[in-house]
């Protein structure tokens, strides 16, 4: 192997990969700031936000969602008929009073009962119909909220490392659990609704002008008041939920982080700190959400008081008409239902107006998310993988930098022959782990080339590029199921035998068969019934079922004792032998025997050789793997 590359400058250029999560520069810790997916506290492109969620409703249940609100504007329209046709049975009622009164006639029992039964059949028309209606809705609400956080999962597969970076991951949950539901309720009680508050106000309004133009006017006279009320209000509220939903994702971010690194806080004692920022987000939660509530919970009161005053009007003026013969009773009576029906789907629009702010917020959220920037695609024509993987990987003048202007990789060169163990040393930031994330294609190079089997590591698909390596990282990751289950995700259709004897080659065996159910013990989320080497072993375990061409090892047993690595690393040369393998590691005594040391140091390569060969030079790595051995 060989390399070449800049001198170095003296000075460190850009973040470091080192000490940090998989992907993580150095600095994402826990109280990092909101900078991603952290929409603007300001009002929200409602109209734009609607639009975008009717069509994605569309795509899946636009039939559907169409049958639904036909269906909610029909009970709507007879359940309007319904006052009409019983003030014709007052009116009936009325006038056959008076004539017994008079003399001259009698009631006509079996036409009021006809127009009863007429009016039954109506109402029970009305709430069949209202009952399929919110039937349809409901499965439409559960297929979109389905839908979305379908696509936002399988949008996290897409996203670039960099994104994980910079967002934290409490407020990608929030918009996953939280802002779905809002549109999941919205659509499931607030848009059924809607339509039928439409339907009614217009219905009630034609059938108040058949009774009387005169009436209606009355009635209608404090309508713009209302509507500036309304608008006012809206105008105001809009900005606070979308304020809301913007912090709900923050606290329930603060949470996440909190938990997690709940040892490393009680360690610093930094509990203080902590409780102070949960309480200035919740503090600013609780405002816009009171403040957001409070605005909506007002515009109730103040149509029910605009509405009333129109009632009283409409009741004066109709006792005038009645009078004056130019009304009947029974028109009167449907006209003061009618009134009231006409204020409360009014009432009824100013309260959805306000659930639709915090609506069109989540739907921002949402849309915002699944409008990142996803890694560059696969090529369309991509090199197939070798059959045979010898193992042969060249970086080639390679740059790259996490933010602009900042390199951590400086025109770095160099070449592993097949079968090579490559070590890769420096202090935390010179760009070690970040050399295997770029050979990973976790990130991509600004500059350079890197290649293995002789092809652009871009000229694969990332699935079958990945195949060939296989990756131990020095943060373990352990998911939520059995120790059986964790070690065979290196390789699914392993047997329960190869599992074990991979698990006796890294010396895992004896404490698997200490624990209580042995290789049936279930791991829980956060991996705290086993210690931070027993969890390695288990990685170290996973990546040898794995059995691949080219192993990358990142301080693969930086959390194991002194005595257990002596007996992994024999394992690991047994895995190692014949394979290509880079090696990043902070011990050096680890690495003594490697065919070839590279040394970095603020992204470049200052030295290259054996382990006896740098010694002998007296040079930077000479310096580092004595310090290692000093008495202090």
């Known amino acids: 192997m060989t390399t070449k590359g800049p001198k170095p400058t003296g000075s460190r250029g850009g973040a470091s990969m080192e000490g940090g999560l998989p992907g993580r520069p150095k600095g994402f810790r826990l109280g990092m700031g909101m900078a991603a997916l952290r929409p603007a506290d300001k009002p929200t492109d409602f109209w734009r936000a609607m639009r975008r969620l009717l ?52 009631i006509d029992f079996a036409a009021i009962g006809r127009i009863l039964l007429l009016a039954l059949g109506i109402y029970l028309a009305s709430s069949a119909l209202r009952y399929a209606q919110a039937w349809m809705m409901v499965g439409i609400a559960m ?43 919205t659509l499931g009680q607030a848009m059924g609704q809607t339509a039928i508050s439409l339907v009614s106000l217009v219905g009630t309004l034609v059938m108040m002008l058949r009774i009387s133009g005169l009436l209606t ?86 149509m029910r008081f605009t509405g009333n005053l129109g009632y009283v009007a409409v009741s004066v003026l109709g006792g005038y008409l009645a009078l004056r013969g130019r009304l009947s009773v029974g028109d009167i009576q449907a006209f003061l239902q009618y009134v009231r029906g006409f204020t409360q789907p009014i009432q009824q629009m100013a309260n959805l107006a306000t659930i639709y702010q915090s609506t069109a917020a989540a739907a921002e959220r949402v849309f915002a998310f699944l409008d990142e920037p996803e890694e560059t695609p696969d090529p369309a024509n991509p090199v197939p993988p070798p059959r045979v993987v010898r193992g042969f990987v060249a970086f080639k003048d390679v740059w790259f930098a996490y933010e602009p202007g900042h390199p951590v990789i400086k025109g770095f060169s160099a070449r592993a022959e097949p079968g090579q163990k490559i070590a890769i040393v420096g202090p935390t930031g010179a760009g070690k782990t970040t050399l295997v994330k770029l050979l990973m294609r976790f990130y991509d190079v600004d500059r350079g080339s890197i290649q293995v089997e002789g092809h652009d590591v871009r000229a694969y698909r990332r699935r079958d590029l990945r195949r060939m390596f296989a990756m131990v990282l020095q943060e373990t990751w352990l998911f939520h199921g059995t120790i059986m289950e964790n070690i065979r995700y290196g390789r699914p259709d ?18 698997i068969r200490t624990l209580p159910q042995g290789y049936h013990t279930v791991i829980d989320e956060e991996s705290t019934n086993l210690s931070e080497s027993e969890k390695q072993l288990l990685t170290i375990a996973r990546a040898l079922l794995a059995n691949p061409p080219m192993l990358i090892l990142d301080e693969a047993t930086s ?74």
């Open 217 to 302: 006017l009355a009635a209608l006279a404090l309508l713009p008041l209302a509507m500036v009320v309304v608008r006012g209000v809206v105008r105001r509220s809009q900005r606070f939920f979308a304020q809301q939903q913007a912090y709900l994702g923050h606290l329930n971010s603060h949470v996440e982080e909190t938990f997690s690194g709940h040892l490393v806080l009680k360690a610093f004692g930094a509990e203080a700190p902590r409780l102070r920022r949960f309480d200035q987000l919740n503090q600013t939660l609780y405002q816009a959400t009171w403040r957001a509530q409070f605005l909506s919970g007002i515009l109730m009161p103040l």
């Open 559 to 632: 959390y194991v004792d002194t005595h257990t690595e002596a007996l992994v690393q024999r394992a690991m040369d047994e895995l190692m032998h014949g394979r290509t393998s880079f090696v990043i590691a902070h011990r050096l005594s680890t690495i003594r025997n490697a065919d070839l040391i590279l040394v970095l140091k603020d992204g470049d390569v200052v030295e290259q050789g054996t382990h006896e060969e740098l010694l002998r030079r007296g040079g930077f790595y000479a310096q580092l793997y004595k310090s290692q051995f000093e008495v202090v």
């Open 55 to 106: 069509a994605y409703i569309g795509r899946g249940q636009g039939l559907a969602l169409t049958l639904a609100l036909t269906l909610a504007a029909l009970s709507t329209a007879f359940n309007v008929v319904g006052p009409f046709i019983l003030g014709r049975a007052t009116t009936l009622l009325f006038e056959g009073w008076l004539a017994q009164l008079q003399g001259t006639g009698g």
């Open 494 to 511: 392993a047997t329960d035998e190869e599992v074990i004897a991979v698990a006796k080659a890294v010396r895992a065996d004896h404490f």
């Open 143 to 185: 297929d979109t909220a389905y839908r979305l956080r379908r696509d936002m999962a399988a949008k996290l597969h897409r996203l670039p490392l960099r994104f994980f970076d910079r967002t934290p991951h409490g407020e990608v949950l929030s918009r996953v659990a939280n802002d779905v539901d809002v549109i999941q309720q």
